[in-house]
């Protein structure tokens, strides 16, 4: 199998909620996804996505997706597309860095492995554990009262596990914590994400108003240095996700007992290849996971889906069913949410075809 031509799409998420709001004032109205397809000399083709999550969550945006795809692609014409390391290393003496480029390219990648051995990714990247996978609600950042009637009506839908979006003023993030906290069951799970919202005398301010309370708190500070300095002052159990964004800082925060938790967002550390060596450093460590990506629509959540399950239950902290929260879809045979919960396909690769009724026609194509 050679590739022959990389085609490549982009396509607008608008949201169900309308706006998708985090700290800092920050929002998104709609995602701008880049979906690559990858063809080659034989029948298969192989799909990947990249969505950031705007264009200041991460250092990474739609444009540059593209951008960066052009400086990549042509170069990949000809190679195997199965041999995922050799075609990782290509990708990276073309281009320095930029993990969230690679990311799409390299998720085709591994969708064409599945569709040449006839396996599910799942069954390339471990085995399947467990029946389905428990997914959290990320809830937008609003009023206390909003977030708390946004976590009811989810919690109807059969979510456990919410994330509120803080990273705002401590008084009124502690309202938040409180609110909704006061709301769920003791088995449910209250993340406070302040994704680098919050300096350090504020993060503690929050952490100790709501230290007798049962929650998580995720990525207070910007720095990795600043994160260390509230985790060692507070017992709240704690996650860090925008700071660990490859195994060299996952190494030295597991050393320094940094954290509980890590979030693993799939083109944040460049594609499934290093996800996949992230996660099962992670699994030998034990460090459990939420295992997930920026953002995404079908192709994205069925990646998501794949990693997820492939991973022991005990270190799925839990996942993002991003494609219910766009109205739009961009791939068929992507999961679907039941009840809190997703299955990855049992279908050779990623499991998923193109809706190229609503993908349109190619933005570019590399030959
Ligand atoms: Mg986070």
Redesign the pocket.
């Known amino acids: 199998m050679k590739i022959e031509s990389i085609a490549v799409y982009q396509i607008d998420l608008p949201l169900v909620e309308g706006r998708y709001s985090w700290a800092d004032g920050k929002f998104v109205e709609k995602f701008d996804s880049t979906i690559v397809e990858i063809r080659t000399d034989q029948e298969a083709v192989g799909l990947g996505e990249v969505c950031p999550l705007g264009p200041f969550y991460l250092p990474a945006f739609g444009t540059g997706a593209r951008a960066g795809i052009e400086e990549i692609a042509p170069g990949l014409i000809g190679l195997v597309p199965t041999e995922i390391m050799k075609i990782k290393r290509h990708m990276d003496s073309a281009l320095l860095g930029h993990p969230y480029v690679k990311s799409c390219i390299d998720m085709a990648c591994w969708d064409l492995l599945g569709k040449e051995t006839g396996k599910p990714l799942w069954a390339l990247l471990g085995g399947k554990f467990g029946d389905s996978i428990q997914l959290y609600r990320a809830i937008s950042q609003e009023s206390p009262n909003e977030m708390a009637h946004k976590v009811a009506k989810y919690r109807e839908e059969g979510y456990q596990k919410f994330?509120l979006k803080v990273g705002s003023s401590p008084e009124e993030d502690i309202e938040r914590i409180h609110t909704v906290r006061s709301l769920l069951d003791r088995d449910e799970v209250l993340v406070a994400?302040a994704?680098t919202g919050w300096t350090a005398p504020e993060a503690l301010r929050v952490a100790n108003a709501v230290s007798s309370l049962d929650i998580f708190i995720?990525?207070p500070c910007a720095s990795y240095q600043k994160c260390v300095s509230v985790r060692d002052r507070i017992s709240t159990p704690f996650?860090l996700?925008?700071t660990i964004d490859g195994l060299e800082i996952l190494l030295r925060a597991h050393n320094d007992r940094a954290m509980d938790v890590i979030?693993l967002k799939i083109s944040k550390v460049g594609g499934i290849t290093v996800a996949c060596q992230i996660r099962d450093l992670c699994v030998s460590l034990g460090i459990p996971m939420?295992i997930e990506d920026s953002w995404g629509g079908d192709i994205i959540t069925a990646a998501i889906a794949h990693l997820a399950h492939s991973t022991p239950e005990e270190f799925r902290f839990s996942s993002t069913d991003f494609n219910s929260y766009s109205p739009i879809s961009n791939a068929f045979g992507a999961p679907v949410r039941d009840n809190g919960m997703m299955t990855a396909s049992d279908k050779p690769g990623l499991g998923v075809t193109l809706n190229k009724d609503i993908v349109g026609e190619p933005v570019a194509i590399y030959s």
């Open positions: 994330q994400d994704n995720e990525q996650i996700d925008e979030n939420t």
